[in-house]
């Protein structure tokens, strides 16, 4: 078999040879074999259809928990990847994520993951991780909001500790501009363009005065009765927690709305309008706005792909019995 001369000078012996290819499968092996969408279907075979009855229940008594537990999903997997960690209270040992500042007083869902797992540890006790259950209430909230489904592939395990300082350096904040956010998502692995589709997301649920105070009252890229009316509830001093809808069109409805804004100056956070302010990513806001079906397309497939953010797997990590501490 012809080689090139240079590999062969590496490794020069055949016995060296094999140990490199078993040491090549080794590594692919734990790159691919990591998730699986049937890892329960035998040890657990009714998760699905419990957590997904839970879920709308959640969304129906209150339709921003769908929106909630979405985020909820993403600052999991941007943050050390899908690993739970996000669910851990403070210990002696580390502070965890809560009191980061993109999620303190602003990420929810919590008692509704609770929920969940305490039904499904009757069910199936010790087999389904929190990180698990977390990424199937995020599809089943976008579909109960109206959205697309897509397949969550499974096995994760939970993290046995989490990083306030991860959460405060890794999750993108609402300042952003464009190429500070396409930068923030890259680390991630993520293209632009899926960028763009991951913040389809802003489709649905609300956001705190802070988050688009500055935006409401001094960015002029802003809709100008657009900016007007959401001053009536957010002031330029106080009421930091006084909601507004990101899409003030239709706010529990997944759909490409979101894109329609943007392209009419309505987008809520500066971070949103900077997807459409003359930059490189205008295109794929004019495609997602105008048609929806690729929209929800590519933003099934990113949401796959964000789920599969290095998932602990194998006999890493732990299945936790509650979400919020370590077993
Ligand atoms: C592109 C960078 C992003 C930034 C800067 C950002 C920022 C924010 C901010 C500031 C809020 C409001 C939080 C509050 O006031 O409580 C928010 C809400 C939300 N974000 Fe993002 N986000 C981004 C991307 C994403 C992604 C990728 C997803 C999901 C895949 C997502 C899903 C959501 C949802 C669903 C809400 C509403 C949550 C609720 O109503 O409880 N965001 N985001
Ligand atoms: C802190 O870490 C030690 C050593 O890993 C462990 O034995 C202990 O249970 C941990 N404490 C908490 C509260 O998690
Ligand atoms: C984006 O923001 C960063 C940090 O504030 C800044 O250094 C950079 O120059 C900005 N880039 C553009 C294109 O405005
Ligand atoms: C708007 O900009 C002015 C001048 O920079 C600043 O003093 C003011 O605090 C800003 N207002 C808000 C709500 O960000």
């Given at each position: 078999?012809?080689?090139?001369?240079?590999?062969?000078?590496?490794?020069?012996?055949?016995?060296?040879?094999?140990y490199f290819f078993i040491f090549l499968c080794f590594n692919i092996g734990i790159v691919s074999?990591?998730?699986?969408?049937?890892?329960?279907?035998?040890?657990?075979?009714?998760?699905?259809?419990?957590?997904?009855?839970?879920?709308d229940t959640a969304v129906n008594n209150e339709a921003r928990m769908?929106?909630?537990?979405?985020?909820?999903?993403?600052?999991?997997?941007?943050?050390?990847?899908?690993?739970?960690?996000?669910?851990?209270?403070d210990t002696s040992n580390f502070t965890g994520e809560k009191t980061?500042?993109?999620?303190?007083?602003?990420?929810?869902?919590?008692?509704?993951i609770d929920t969940i797992k305490s039904k499904v540890e009757s069910l199936c006790p010790g087999v389904v991780s929190c990180a698990d259950i977390v990424a199937v209430a995020a599809r089943d909230s976008v579909v109960a909001l109206g959205g697309t489904s897509w397949t969550?592939?499974?096995?994760?395990?939970?993290?046995?500790d989490a990083s306030l300082s991860l959460a405060n350096s890794d999750l993108p904040a609402f300042s952003l501009n464009l190429s500070d956010l396409i930068t923030a998502f890259s680390n991630k692995g993520f293209t632009a363009k899926e960028m763009v589709a991951l913040s389809g997301s802003h489709t649905i649920g609300q956001a705190g005065c802070i988050t688009f105070r500055t935006r409401?009252?001094?960015?002029?890229?802003?809709?100008?009765?657009?900016?007007?009316?959401?001053?009536?509830?957010?002031?330029?001093?106080?009421?930091?927690t006084n909601?507004?809808?990101?899409?003030?069109?239709?706010?529990?409805?997944?759909?490409?709305?979101?894109?329609?804004?943007?392209?009419?100056?309505?987008?809520?956070?500066?971070?949103d309008q900077e997807l459409f302010n003359g930059g490189s990513t205008d295109?794929?806001?004019?495609?997602?706005?105008?048609?929806?079906?690729?929209?929800?397309?590519?933003?099934?497939?990113?949401?796959?792909?964000?789920?599969?953010?290095?998932?602990?797997?194998?006999?890493?990590?732990?299945?936790?019995t509650d979400c919020k501490k370590v077993n």
């Open positions: 078999m012809a080689e090139p001369s240079s590999f062969s000078m590496t490794f020069p012996s055949l016995k060296l040879r094999f074999a990591q998730l699986s969408s049937d890892f329960y279907s035998t040890t657990c075979p009714n998760v699905l259809s419990t957590i997904k009855t839970e879920v769908g929106a909630s537990l979405l985020r909820l999903h993403f600052h999991d997997c941007f943050v050390q990847g899908c690993d739970a960690s996000i669910l851990l209270d980061a500042l993109p999620n303190a007083n602003s990420v929810r869902g919590f008692d509704v969550v592939q499974l096995g994760r395990r939970d993290s046995t409401i009252y001094n960015e002029t890229n802003i809709d100008s009765t657009f900016a007007t009316s959401l001053q009536a509830n957010c002031p330029s001093t106080g009421g930091d909601l507004s809808p990101i899409d003030t069109t239709s706010q529990n409805s997944f759909d490409n709305a979101y894109y329609k804004n943007l392209q009419s100056q309505k987008g809520l956070f500066h971070s295109s794929d806001v004019n495609g997602y706005s105008s048609d929806s079906a690729s929209f929800l397309t590519d933003f099934a497939n990113a949401m796959v792909k964000m789920g599969n953010l290095s998932p602990l797997t194998g006999s890493n990590g732990q299945i936790r």
